[in-house]
């Protein structure tokens, strides 16, 4: 089976998913700011490499916790699905696709089913809680998910889109072809061997 593999913040949507639907709740609930304190030290803590980004994401969305999670869901996509890049809209996908994201599983999957996308690999958090489910679905973990998924089926992924040059090198490793997604939602192809070099990587 033949697939195309996109990250989605900033690649997919011109904005960090996760932190625009934090600040979304803030907005929409203002008896919130009572976390703002624990938001602040934890971003401290992260800045001066006290704490790692996984510990950091394991308390950000605890936001959860003090809403309506699937009602805020849903009323963030029905702000935001607009800003979804045409280009990766159903109509314009040339085959069958691949979502892999450092994202919450509750926010994509409501919008994977607006979209129709047929695969999402994300981050898993508690629905409850927020609390983060196992690694951060980042870099190398995004490789390590994609096998994880897919294992013992025959795919061939043709086409990889990311934002992130820095980060998304595993997943890049995967396609035949790769597309760096600019702002605005431009894309602009090139080969992996000229920026990554040999593709290498231990999962």
């Known amino acids: ?21 934090i600040l979304f709740c803030f907005v929409r609930h203002p008896y919130l700011i009572f976390l703002l304190p624990y938001y602040l030290i934890d971003a401290i803590l992260l800045l001066l490499h006290i704490v790692k980004l ?5 308390h950000i969305f605890c936001v959860v916790r003090f809403v309506n999670l699937e009602k805020n869901v849903k009323k963030f ?9 045409d280009w990766f809209r159903a109509e314009n996908r040339e085959r069958p696709c691949a979502v892999i994201s450092a994202s919450p599983d509750f926010l994509l999957e409501d919008i994977q089913k607006r979209l129709g996308f047929e695969y999402l690999i994300c981050t898993r958090h508690n629905p409850k809680t927020g609390t983060l489910l196992g690694k951060n679905c980042r870099s190398v973990e ?11 089926q025959d795919i ?19 396609g035949q072809n790769c597309y760096h997604v600019h702002t605005g939602g431009r894309k602009e192809k ?10 290498q990587y231990d999962i």
């Open 1 to 21: 089976m033949k697939i195309d593999i996109y990250d989605f913040d900033k690649t997919v949507v011109p904005f960090d998913s996760g932190s625009s639907f």
């Open 54 to 58: 996984e510990t950091f994401k394991r």
């Open 77 to 85: 996509w029905d702000k935001h699905e607009k800003d979804v890049f």
């Open 142 to 152: 995004k490789l390590r998910r994609f096998h994880e998924f897919f294992d013992g």
């Open 156 to 174: 061939e992924v043709v086409n990889v889109y990311s934002d992130s040059m820095e980060h998304d090198g595993p997943i890049f490793s995967l």
């Open 190 to 199: 090139f080969e992996y061997s000229d920026v990554f070099g040999q593709k």
